[in-house]
């Protein structure tokens, strides 16, 4: 698994994507990318992730194109669904993920920055939707999901990409940073995730999905209904005292 490499370090999974030289996105590598979250998904070691690139020339590309050329109609339904596995695989990690995005994220580059919780994101990114340059539809559910829909379809329909300034402005970027910072950036929120409990971590992203698309009243019934679970847990009890007694809390994860 050359293309993607994993490290783990003090509870935080650092995905990188080596794709040189943009990260153009195969079926393989959308495979590979739905496996690796979905083995961090079941690692009760880490409480949070960071995906970033490589390659000093893009976050990623998006589709690599001269696969796209060679496909067949009839093979484009399972292709589909090998995409939307890995990007199921991320918006459903476990755990926290945050984009840490460098520069260009095109395409699906774009959507795979979207599937993340967080988004961290150097001045020197940009973001596009040019699948209408290419006969395709792009990714305009995800990205639905974080920015107007007036923005939206200015990108869906004219394919043309924003800078990070403006992709900020419209929620797509939570955090805005000048390139040299980037990468601490996003290593510093990843630590102060990660120092949380892991329980809380795990049951409150399940919450946050789950409610994302319910009714304001309902999810946030769903949202008592998970804290009452939490409640029963010991790592819930250590957060209390922990507050009470002005200490940092010892976690074991039950």
């Known amino acids: ?42 690692n009760s070691e880490i409480n949070c992730a960071i995906l970033r690139s490589a390659s000093v020339k893009a976050f990623c590309a998006g589709k ?20 939307r596995r890995t990007f199921s ?22 959507v795979i920055a979207s599937v993340c919780d ?8 940009t973001f596009a939707l040019p699948e209408i340059n290419v006969g395709r539809c792009g990714g305009g559910a995800h990205l639905g999901r974080l920015i107007p829909q007036g923005a939206l379809r200015r990108m869906f329909f004219t394919g043309l990409p924003i800078d990070a300034t ?3 402005r419209i929620g797509l970027v939570d955090v805005l940073v ?12 990843a630590k102060t995730i990660a120092a949380k409990s892991p329980l809380g971590l795990r049951i409150g992203k399940k919450a946050l999905r789950e409610t994302e698309s319910l009714p304001l009243e309902e999810g946030y019934a769903r949202e008592q209904r998970y804290s009452t679970e939490l409640m029963h847990t010991e790592d819930a009890r250590e957060a209390t005292r922990a507050v009470v007694e002005k200490r940092a809390p010892v976690f074991v994860g039950r």
Do not use: W
């Open 64 to 83: 690599d194109l001269k696969e796209f050329l060679a496909a067949r109609v009839e093979d484009d339904p399972a292709n589909a669904a090998v995409v």
């Open 178 to 189: 000048e390139p040299d910072e980037l990468q601490a950036a996003a290593l510093e929120l």
């Open 1 to 42: 698994m050359n293309e993607i490499h994993v490290d783990i370090a003090g509870k935080i999974a650092t995905v990188t994507l080596n794709k040189q030289p943009v990260n153009a996105l195969t079926g393989k590598l959308y495979e590979q990318l739905g496996d690796v979250f979905e083995t961090l998904s079941g």
């Open 89 to 110: 695989a991320i918006l459903n990690c476990a755990v926290p993920v945050i984009a840490e995005v460098n520069g260009p994220a095109l395409g699906a580059g774009a």
């Open 118 to 125: 967080i988004r961290v994101a150097s001045r020197a990114a």
């Open 166 to 168: 403006e992709a900020h």
